[in-house]
Every structure is written in C-alpha cells, then in structure tokens.
C-alpha cells in the first residue's frame, strides 16, 4: 500500500490540491461504465456514461459503476454531472488509501478495500472501491476490472430483496455489505493456511519452513487488522451519520454491517492469539531441542572423559608402574571402569536426564 | 467459532440481507418449541407453537421458548407472529456470533454464546442463544436441545421469587443471568485445571506434557476473555437503554448482571496472570537446567582435559624420556594429578559450581 | 477470591436473585452485632441489634457495625428494618466481590476488600466489608471479627476531629478511608519484601530461592493491583454521586481518598517497574553465567584438545618415527606446545576470555 | 530534538516567559525575508519587510514568509505590527517543538516540524516551521534557507488551482498540506532502506552489519512516530476549531490533511510491525546458528569421544592384555569401532541431528 | 516516594483527617518565612510571618513563601489566616505526593514536586512544593531551605517582565512553571548520562558496568515519567479550571505549561525507546558473543577429535598391526591426518564459521 501511495505523492508534489491523477497502475485496463436507473417499477440499464438518460431517469435511483480508474476525464465528468467535490474524486483515484468515511454537503463519500488473498504469494491483494451515495443516486469507482458488484445488480433487475423499495442509501449499504461479506472469505483463507501449518508442525516439528510460513502469516494477519481497523471507524460513522440521506429504517442494516466488521476484527484478533501460540510452541521446542542435545553431549562427556583419562594413566610409559606387572591389572581396571560407567548412567537415570 | 461463521457466509453470498439460513450444523436436531403463558395469578405450558393460544393469552407474559434452529418456516412463522425484524431473525440463525444487543422498534434483541467446558479436549463449547424481549412476550432461542432455562420455567410455575410478579423484562433478565451463571461454571472448571497444572508442575518439574497444558490452557482462557469483552458491553447497553419495555426498578438486577461479567472478566484476567506465571517459571526452569548441564560439561572437562593432556605426555614414546626411568616417576605424576585434581574441585566449590 | 465466588455460584444456581446465603467460610465466626447512635451532643452504644433503640434515637445518625456474616436472619431483619435492596443484602453475604459502588434509591452500597499482608505465605487476605449508607443511618458488614473501627468508633465517643458534627455520610467516609489507609501498609510490606529481595540478590546472586520470591510478589503485586482498579472506579464514583445524601463540603474528603487510591496504583505501579527491573537482572545474571562457564570450557578445550593430539601423535607406536629417536625430541616438542600453550592464553587474554 | 530545547532553558531560566531567544543554532543563516500581498485580481511581492507595502495592501491577502530566525528584533517587530501574542512569538524561536496548534485571540498558531532524511547517518533531519494565520495574514516561520514554500508562491503568482480566490485559511492549509506531504518522502525513503535490509537479510543471512541496521531504523522510525502523533492531534484541532477565520468550505481540505496524517501514521505503523518481524526472523536465525553448532559438537563428540576410550584400552601397557596378543585382535576392534561408528550415525540420521 | 508516604500513614492512623503532622525528614531544617506584597507600583518584602503587615497590605498581592516544613504550628497559623481548609494544609505536610490539583471554594490547591538529579546515586531527588493560590495572596511551602524562588522574586522586586501587573495567578503560574522548567535540566541530565553510556558501550562493548547502568537510568526514566504523567493531568486541570482566581488572559500562559509537560513526557519516552534500544543491542552481543564461543568450541573439537581418535588407533598395543610396521606408515597417517584437517577447516571457512 504504502508504496503505490508515496510514488503518487512523489508525482504530484507541487500541484494544487484536488487535481485528479490516478496514482495506481496506469496503463491497467481501460475504464468500464454501466448506468442503471430503476425504481419499484422499472430497472433500466445502459452501457457507459449517458447524460441524457440520466436526464430522463432524474426521478430514478441512478447508479455509475465504473470498473477501471485509468480514464481520468470520465471521471471528472461523471463529478461534474453530479457536482461532486473535488477531494472526493481526488480520493477516487488516490487509491491505497485506507477506508474512510466522508461527509459532504450533497451527500456520503465511502471508500473501503476490496480484498483477495494471494494463495500463492501468501498476500492480501486491496482494490480500492469508492461509493459516492447522494440524493437518489450512487457512484461507485473500481480500481480493477472484475464485476464485483454482479450480485447486486442481479438482485436489482430481478427484484429480488428489498433493494427495489428502497432508495440510493441502502443500494450504498448493499455494496458495503457485499465487499465486507468478502471479507469474510479472506479470514477463511488465512484460517485454512493457519490449520495447514498447526498440521505441519504436529507432523514434522518445529522446521525452517514452518518458520518462515510464521512469519508470513503474522504480516498477513497485521496487514488484515490493518485494513480493519479504520474500516470500523468509517463504516460506524456511516451507521451514525446524521446525514438525511440515510433512511432511520435502513440504519439497522448498517448497523448489522458494524457488528460484521467487529466480528471480522474479533476473528483476526483470534487469529493473532493463536499465531503468537505457534510461535511459542515453536520457541519453546527449539529450545527444548537445545537442551537435549546438551544433555546428550553433557551425558556421553562425563562418563567417558575421566575413563578416558584413567586408561591414559596405563598407558604412560613409566619404567616402574606396579599396576602393570600385575596378572590381573587389566581386568581389575577394566572392572572398575565398567562399575564407574554404571554408575554414572544409573546417576543419569535417576536424575532423568536419559 | 470463525469457522462455522465463514462458511454460512460463502453459502450466503449473493442472497439479499435478512434471508433466513441456518449457519449451524444442518441436521443437528429438530426444533422443539414450549409456549408459555403467565401473569400473577396464572401459569399456562403447551407444547409447540399455537396461535390461537397466544391469542387467547394476549394479557399474559408470553414466553416461546424454542431449541433447535433447524426448522426455519417456523423460525420465520414466530418472527411474523410477533413483526420480528428480518436482520433480528437472520441474527438468530447466524450461529457463532459475538455476544450484542440491538435495540429495534418493537423490542431488544439479545445475543449470547451459553458456554459449557470440554475436559477431554480442553475446550469451551459455545451455544448461540438469542433473547428477543417486546411488550409483554419473550423470544428465546438455542442451537442445542438441551433444557438450559427449566430452573427458570420452574420457579416461574411454582411463583418463586419475583419472577410472576414482574413482565416480560425481568423474564428477560433471569434468562440472561441464569447463562452468565454458567460462565462461573466454565471459569472454575479452568481455574482447577491450572490447580492440577501447579500441582503437576510442583511434583515432575517442567516436563512436555504440563507445557503443551500451558499452551491449551492460555488458548482457552483467551477464548473465554473473546467471549467476556463484548459480552460486557452488551449488558452494559442491555442495562443502559432507554427502551421504555425496561422497568426502571428491574434495572438493578441488569447492573448486578453488569457486575457479574466484570467480575468474570476479573478472574478471566487473574487466571491469565497465574498461566504467565507458570510459563515463566516453566523457560526459568528450562534455561536453569541447560545452565546445570552447561555447569557439569565445564566442570567434568576443565578437569579431565588438562589430566588427560598429562598423562598423554607421559604414553609418548620417545627415547630419552629421563622422567619414565626415574623410579617414583609414576607417583609423582599421579600425586601432582591428584593434587591439580583436588585444587580444581575446590575452586570449583568456592566459584558455588558444584 | 475466585474459588469462594465461584464455589458460591454452584450452590445458587437455581435460587432466584436476592437469595440471601453467605458464601464465605460457613462454619466461621458468629455474628457480633454493635448498635451506635450519636449527634453532636449525644453517643449511645449497645450490643445487639435493638428495634426499639433504633426508634428511640431516629434523629440521630445510627450506625450498625456487624462483624461475622454468618447470621443471615440477622442480616435480613437488619435489612428490612432499614428498607435495604435484596441485591445489596445478596452483595453483602456474596463475599469475594470487586470493589463497588451501587446507588439504591434510599441509599448508597459500598463495597470494598479489607486487606492484610500474610507474611508467612506472602499472600495477601482479604474480608469483603460492605457500607450501606442512608439517611441519618450507616451499616457496615465485615466477615472477620477483627474490630477493625475500633480508632473510629472511640474518636466517635471521645467527639475528636468533626465525625459528631457531621451525618452519615462523613461516617461512611471515615470507615472507606480507614479501610484505605490499611492499604498502605499492605504497599509497605510489599515494598519491605523487595528490599530484602533486592538485598539477598547484591549479597547471594541468583539463587533459585530469591527466583521463587520473584514469581510470588509478582502474584501479590498483581493481586494488589487487580483489587485496586475497580476500588478507583467505586471511590471516584462515591466521589463524584449526585446523591443528596452526600453533603457538597464532604465530598472534598472523599476527592482525598480518590487521590489515595490513585497513589496507591503509583505504588504498585512502581513496584511493578522495580520487579521487572529485578527480574531482568535475574535474567541477564543467569545468562551472564551461562556465557561465562562456556567460555572457560571453550578455553580449556581450545587450549588442550589440540596439544592432547599432539602427544597422541608421539604416543603411536609406528617402527619407523625419526622424533622419538632424537635425544632431545621429548624436549623439543614439550618446548613446542609449551610456547603454543602460552600463545593460545595470550590470545585468550587479548580477546577478554579469561 | 532534546538536546536543542534543553540547552535553550538552561540559557533561559529566570527570563520572564516571552523573552525571545532563538534557540536554535545562533550564527546559522541570515534572515531571508519575503512580502507578498495577493487577491484575486493583483499579485505583489517584495523582498524584506515594509509596513507601508502592508499598509497600502491592508484589502488583500499579506503574507510574510521569513526565512532563518536570527534577526530576533525582525521577528519581534513582525510579531509587533501583526499584534502577535509573544508566547507564540517565543514558541516559534524556541525550536525543536513538538507540532501544535494554539487559539490566539486574532489568529490561530500553528508549528510543525520540517523533515527531511539524511541518508548517510539514517537520521531524520527536522526544521521547525511555524505559521500564524489571521484575518487576511499569514506569517510564515523558517529555521533553514530552504525555499520550502516556492511551490506554493509560484502557483499564487501563476493563480494556479483556487489559492487566489480563498482568504488566509487555505493558505495556511496550502502550507500546512505541504510540508505534511514531505512527510510521505521521508516514510518513503524509510521504506526503501527496509528493502534494502530485507533483501541483504536474504542473500547474506544474519551479519551484524544488517543488526546495527535494524537498531537504527527502529530508531528513525521511532523518531517520526513520535513526530506525527502530536501532528495528529494538532491538524485535527485545526480541522475542528471553532474560529471564524477557518470558512467552512475550507475545512474539507483540512480534514484531507488529517486523513493524511492519519494514513502517515498507518504507515508508520506497518514499518513498525515489518521491522519487528524482521528482527524476530533475525532472532530465530541467531538461535537456530548456535543450535546447529551445538548440534554439530554433540554429534562429533558423541561418535568420537568413546571411540577414543575404547583405543584407549588398547593402548594401556598391562602385562597381561589377551586381546592384544590375538593375531586379529586389531582387525576385530577397528571392525568393532567402524560398527558403533555408522551405529550411530545411522541414529543421528533417524533423529535428523545430521 | 512510597516508602515516605507509608511511614506517615503508619504514625498518623487512628487520627482524624486534617490533622496536622509533617510527614518528611523531621529535624530537617527550621522554617523559613518570607511575606512579600507588591502592586503595579510598590514592592514590599519582610522577614517572618506578620499578620498587621498582611492587613495593612490587604489591597496589594501578598506571597507567603515557606521554606521547611517543621513548625506546624506556623503553617497552622497561616491557614488560619487565609482560612485554609484542612485537607489543603494535611497535603502541605504530607509530602511525597504525586502532583495534583485540589479547588477549595477560596482557592486552587497545587502541589508538585521539585526534582533534582542526583549524579552520584543516579537518583531523582524530589522536594514537595504546595501552592495555593487565593484571591490576591499565594502561599508557597517547600520543603527544603533552597531559595527556589529567588529568580521569580528577584524578577518582582524589579518589576521585570508582566508579573507585577497581574495578580495572583500569574504569580501561582510563575511558580510552577519555573518548576517545570527545572525538569528540563533533570531530562538533559539523563540524556548525559544516556549518551555516556552509549559512548563507552561502543568503545568497551557489553560489559558489566555498563548493563548495572542500563538497569539504574531505566529505573530512573521511569521514576521521572511516573512524576510526570499526574503532573500533566494536575497541570491540564489548573489551566481548564473554571476558577474566577484564573484571568483569562493568563490562561495562555497556562497552556504553555501544559506544552512544556507534554514536551517533557516526549523526551522521557524518547529516553525509554534509546534505552530499549540500547539494552536490545546489549542482549544482541551477549548472544552473539556465546555464539562465538560455542562455534570455536565446536570447530575445535570437530577438527581434533576424530584426530586423536586416529593417533589413538595407532598408539594400541596389539601386536598384529601391520601399518605399524610399514616404514612410511608414519609419514601416510600424518599425511591423511593433514589433509582432514586441512578439508575440515575449509568447510568451516566455506560456512564462515571461521
């Protein structure tokens, strides 16, 4: 994130504030826009950008799904139509930022991450989606190309829910709600990874490469904990806004959306516990590793370094040594060297450390 | 928890909010519903769901208290009944949820998991019950089919205590206290657990199993501080709201319920000291033995070595060795040894190695 | 505290709320009842507790010291003479209970631990005494005998400083701030015990006995710490109570008393810091050892393995060795591994090992 | 930073507050002086300080932007002819401050500090800047030459974005959001030397050249978290004061900045988290390099050191040793020792010691 | 701090509040009185405590500033006379108190302590000042003799700077902060002894000395932070008062206070993190000096081990050793013998264990 965002600044450094550049990939994918104007009665919907239809549908809820950022004079046109702010579509195209809640005099500026998680690279990937909700219509900006928001769309034309009934706030609401279910998807993915490695670690013990996926994991579960955290602040100042575009009957929904994210942020809280519990594990079996092989080499050390010592002494080269003139010298020695080995091992046993 | 949760999420996604899906364990058991009507005077019990009786009993308390969520037409049959909110319905079917309290038009939703301890897997076994309270009736539901509210059915039926006496609120009250009772349960059964891990430790010292005992025992205490935190806070809200269905002299006894989980949590906390107590006495000991085994390898070798080197000297085959012809050589030898030896274990003894 | 609460629990479930059963030491100490009355002028004391006296001396402040819960008839005639709350009379018989303060519509609950310091057993002891303040009336409740308002109780006969002058209020003020100045020498001999820690490290190091002592005033400074929390709360809120029956001149005494709590958290704060500042000396002396007894085998060893080889090689009994034919070989080669020894310590020297 | 304001108190202690001193480095560079006055129509600038240029333009927009805070008597008749308050005065001499915005009666103090990244010594190089904002005047306050603020004049002078067509709020924040996105180059810079770490850590493993890195970055990053978060709480007073000189149009931008320094902040707290996992990798390495070196010597020893015990025997000098006269009696001992030999190994294999 | 404290409570229990007992060193020094009155125009300044010069001064601002703290009598006397409420005058006497801020209905309690560092014991030697400022009077109790104030004093009698032309808050705010700025020298003090420290770590690295000294500025920096943090609340709280003692002109000066403290804590905690800092790196090179020694050890010993074993092999006595009878035999062994030492110390130097 923090990359993409400076490289931006970098860029536009010296330019007045609310200028529009798109600060993520530029030559990316070219901008998808679909128009869709319905009510309780009729759903209407058009490919691209079309004033005059919007003209038309004036007593409609209008909703601009723009999927791709890379077309800036669109954008600053669809802002136009809609006399939207200027740091508002700045924030469109200042993507990476982290989710926020904007109040403006004609209407609510919402921008949250879309996540995926990167089996492959053991990443989140964040796409920024803008919501720009006002008085009976909705703009909705997309760094990628993916239909994310088909569901809904369905659910309009087909009638399907409440979402006809109601007004532009709760079609916002439903595509907050539908990129937070997504969420959902990604603590999933994290959880699955952190059974793999339990398993691992059950099967194979504490090895490098259970190590490394640790770590990885931990930046994961950070980076998640980071996107979440704001996303609380904004999507509950969303729920208490007392903006008058927001219907009091629709409130509860956003509320259900607040419990969500708690909920999201109680799971990578979790998620956290249980990644410092491996980590300990992992610690404590290394050092229990440790310790045995110094025991081990303490035990093999201490019994037969002395003997080691006392078969030097027989084998000094002394003209008189008594010992060795004697028959049974060597077994006699040998004797006690084995008594001495007994011993030792017998003291080690008791002790527990064989 | 996370689990069960992210995978109703991936079956949902794409359905409108407020459709009714059991998240739980599908073909777990079959609903079982009692309905219960009482005022001062009366006390009526029937078995299932009968709007007629309800009807009939529109001046009573009425109580439906239901076990099993599988059966969601019927869910769905007392949610219309009694003009629930669909987001309260979906929340009631939506196991695994953290503990809350939502206020709706026509009355309080309250949530929260009734736990039970595993012995045999160390673990805490969480049920979503939700309270639904309105005018002068009560909604309870469980996942499990086991009897959890029958102290307070009889007390009810027998008028114990101020239960008759009191409307649907204290109804709602004695539910919720009688759950948080049980969390006093799930609390002593770890607190003897890690009675049983001191012991254990005090008798064999550190060994693997009270470690991994460690281990077990801090995920589950975290578990259950998961459980307390929004737990506090719902009750907190339960006994704050200005919902007029709350009898003002009622909200002592939410307060007391407040008291309860902070106290709760209190010992939650307490038991999380005593685990990094233990722990940190567990790596003290454990470094203290490396240290023990490091001391005796020192020792064993700073005197063998030399001595061994010596003697060493002494199996060289050189011609002119004048030492190995004198005649007491060999004794010398062995008494400066002797005495290198006995200075060695002394300093040893002083430097409180040994 | 824990055992006792939850002990407790387990013999209630079942009972409706306001159930009286102490749950404290059944079998312990008999109720000693004391009844007080005085005003400015006037000071009656009685044993018992006595209907008539009480109606007697209605305009006076009237103060009931009950020391011993297990009475609980007593206890309920206590209560319903003066009108208390069911739950505030379950408070006072449910021992083991954070600090609190409830406000009831006739009067204000107070409950705090009354501490001592075991130093047999480095634990500290708690009796749970409860104040129930009223109008022109004071009940206090102890578990234990102990006459722990003796001081109070004679400056209230002998008229000495402004207890006389003043009502119930600044009565219940003194037996809180009585109760907290005993805090202190809790802190006191804590903090003695450290300094003998701290004493015993300079004289003995680290000795698995001071080690011991560690872990344990930890425990006791954390348990400390755990009862004075939530005394903050319940002080800053008798402080801060907009009840009537708390004139305004005396709240200045007890904003003294919140300032004494939060002393006392400074305390126990501070004895937390020197703690960890001892155990990490603890630590860092362990470690210290460690390295200096692997150094002094990396020494002996460095300096004597190779030289043992070096004999080893004169030791082998080849036909055809020229060395050991020379007449000066033997010396030679003692000569050799002599510089080599002296070599090899210098080095040592030089590097700081020895 | 320290360092700068205390030896400035030592210099200061017993003036009255509101003398001012430069705290800074005394002989460093000579005041630099800039005038301008602009509205939407005019745009003049001059060098140095002129009451009557300022009193000829008392409609528009005045600007003092001063450079190098030396000249204390410039300073003070700036201070004079704007009726600044002197402890604002005094605050932008004494340097190295923490960011702060302070109320005056006539116009709002803020300062901030300048940074910039010296990367030769992975230090952060602040310069404070501090702007008072009044009604159509901002004065501007520098401690280096740097012409920090060219940007903002050439897109004044040029009438480039809505700069001109605003009062003195929106120059302020236009400085204000200038300096706060260098902050963005110096996070930048941070985060190309974590790179930097990150991929040396990779190709050479844990030296000491990447520890002393570690320690300095956490240092560096430190140091801006400790900057930003009084910045926070000073730009969000901004954004939220009550004064009137702050339009209310304008206020959106300043909230722009508090979301930056919000996202300044994140970022900052990711380095945090990534050089905390960094150093965690480089711990684990450290440990795992002595357990595979101990692991090493255990192995060699415990193969070797009763293999040299058994030669040993062999080599004692007894009279009387059968084995030694049996023709194969070396053949059988050397086939004895190669069995116990790849024994082991065979052991140390299973166990993965090798 | 506590030990004081607790000696006090010791002899005071049983006594009513506000009784008057000095509670620091007794036989310390004898009081020391000074009354000063002055106005805009004159300045009075008499020896001792005179009640007809303070009458006859009523109209002017009159400075009672105590020095020691014995005669209690005396200080029972003055607030007789400006009629002081008890628990102030308790609080004069009561020394060792964290700082706070009390209203009184006549006038504002401050009380804070006066820190020295002491180089000898690296000690923070704190001295109580209490202040009360009333309706044109301030009272001033120290308990050492040090003329603190001479600066201030000296300042009044001159008529320098604004204090002669305000009244008594600014007189109270002149105090403190005077005060406050003696912090800044006890902070430069330590980061004197912070750079010495890291000075001789790089030129001696981790020796004894220096780690006792990590442990003694630790304690230390967290003796000053823990003076600190209650120094901000009590000094935020005299500068919100809503006292009318407090001009609202002077508030700004107040503030300025509330910024220096703020200021103080930074460079405290910025203490702490170097501090960290320095012991992290501590710990790094006693693990990295214990790694070194194990790899030598294990070098070694991997290299002459299997060595010895081999001369061993040759030094056997069997009779039936053909090797032994070669005439290069010699010559081969010590050949091979080179050679494995010579590969081993290669691989060693490939694995940069060398």
């Known amino acids: 994130m ?22 993520g990939d530029r030559d990316a994918h070219p901008a998808h826009v679909l128009t869709i104007a319905y009510n309780e009665i009729d759903y209407t919907e058009i490919n691209g950008f079309d004033d005059a239809f ?24 669809i802002g136009h139509e809609f006399t939207i702010h200027p740091l508002a579509l700045e924030d469109v195209l200042n993507t990476g930022q982290r989710a926020k809640l904007d109040e403006y005099e004609n209407g609510l500026f919402f921008s949250l991450p879309n996540l995926r998680f990167d089996h492959d690279n053991l990443e989140i990937i964040a796409e920024q989606v803008s919501i720009f909700v006002g008085n009976r219509f909705v703009l909705s900006f ?43 998807l990604v603590l999933d993915d994290i959880e699955n990874h952190l059974g793999q ?19 990885e994991l931990k930046r994961v579960v950070n ?18 806004t007392d903006s008058e575009l927001i219907d009091d009957a629709n409130r509860l929904y956003l509320r259900d959306v607040v419990d969500h994210v708690a909920q999201l942020i109680d799971g990578v809280d979790n998620e956290r516990e249980i990644l410092a519990g491996i980590e300990a594990l992992f610690h404590a079996e290394a050092s229990n590793r440790l310790n045995h092989s110094m025991r081990l080499l303490t035990v093999i050390s201490t019994i037969f370094i002395p003997l080691t010592f006392i078969v030097g002494i027989y084998g000094m080269n002394f003209d008189n040594m008594p010992e060795l003139r ?26 527990k450390w064989l």
Chains 1, 2, 3, 4, 5 share one sequence.
């Not at 919007?54 to 046109?77: A, M, N, S």
């Not at 088909?150 to 709600?177: H, M, P, Q, T």
């Open 326 to 351: 004697q028959p049974n010298g060597y077994f006699i020695v040998l004797g006690i060297m084995g008594c001495l080995m007994v011993g030792m091992m017998a003291y080690f046993k008791v002790k």
């Open 2 to 23: 923090g990359k993409k965002k400076q490289k931006t600044k970098l860029r536009k450094r010296g330019l007045p504030p609310g200028t529009l550049v798109y600060t």
């Open 54 to 77: 919007l003209l038309q549908h004036k007593e409609f809820v209008r909703w601009i799904d723009v999927r791709g950022l890379t077309d800036t004079t669109l954008i600053e046109k």
């Open 223 to 240: 980076q998640l904990r980071q996107r979440l955290l704001p996303l609380r602040d904004a999507v509950t100042r969303f729920y208490r």
């Open 142 to 184: 997309q760094e990628d190309p993916d239909d994310t928001f088909a569901f809904i769309r369905n659910r309009c034309s087909e009638s399907i829910g409440r979402l006809r009934k109601k007004s532009s706030d709760y079609l916002a609401y439903s595509l907050v709600d539908n990129i937070v279910d997504g969420y959902y």
């Open 197 to 215: 490695l339990e398993e691992n670690l059950h099967t194979n013990g504490a090895n490098p490469v259970s190590k490394a996926r640790i770590f």
